[in-house]
């Protein structure tokens, strides 16, 4: 998963008519540290969408606007729109993720 590293490239995904996923989390989040250990399965499975990841402590006005209070959380975007937030409190596992993108 490619890390976000501007605000310009996160602005230019989320823009785009294909659905990206953006994955909020921080380097001492230990729930992140386990969805790292899970995602990349579950990507192979949704490759219909992009992911990307951006440290919410780098952008906490990113954070603050999407109403990310939890992480790890998953959001959807496309056409600049959040389609779909995953909060934290429900991505614990890899089902709680698969549920919540088969559901989209």
Same mark, same amino acid.
């Given at each position: 998963?490619?890390?976000?590293?501007?605000?310009?490239?996160?602005?230019?995904?989320?823009?785009?008519?294909?659905?990206?996923?953006?994955?909020?989390?921080?380097?001492?989040?230990?729930?992140?540290?386990?969805?790292?250990?899970?995602? @990349? @399965?579950?990507?192979?499975?949704?490759?219909?969408?992009?992911?990307?990841?951006?440290?919410?402590?780098?952008?906490?006005?990113?954070?603050?606007?999407?109403?990310?209070?939890?992480?790890?959380?998953?959001?959807?975007?496309?056409?600049?729109?959040?389609?779909?937030?995953?909060?934290?409190?429900?991505?614990?596992?890899?089902?709680?993720?698969?549920?919540?993108? @088969?559901?989209?």
């Amino acid at each position: 998963m490619e890390e976000i590293k501007k605000l310009e490239t996160f602005e230019e995904l989320i823009s785009g008519n294909e659905p990206v996923i953006m994955k909020f989390f921080a380097g001492w989040c230990p729930d992140c540290t386990r969805m790292n250990m899970f995602i @990349d @399965d579950v990507i192979k499975d949704y490759s219909q969408y992009k992911w990307y990841e951006i440290n919410r402590d780098d952008f906490p006005e990113l954070a603050e606007k999407y109403s990310v209070m939890g992480i790890p959380s998953l959001l959807i975007f496309k056409n600049g729109e959040k389609l779909a937030h995953l909060h934290s409190a429900n991505a614990k596992s890899p089902e709680q993720v698969r549920e919540f993108l @088969d559901a989209q």
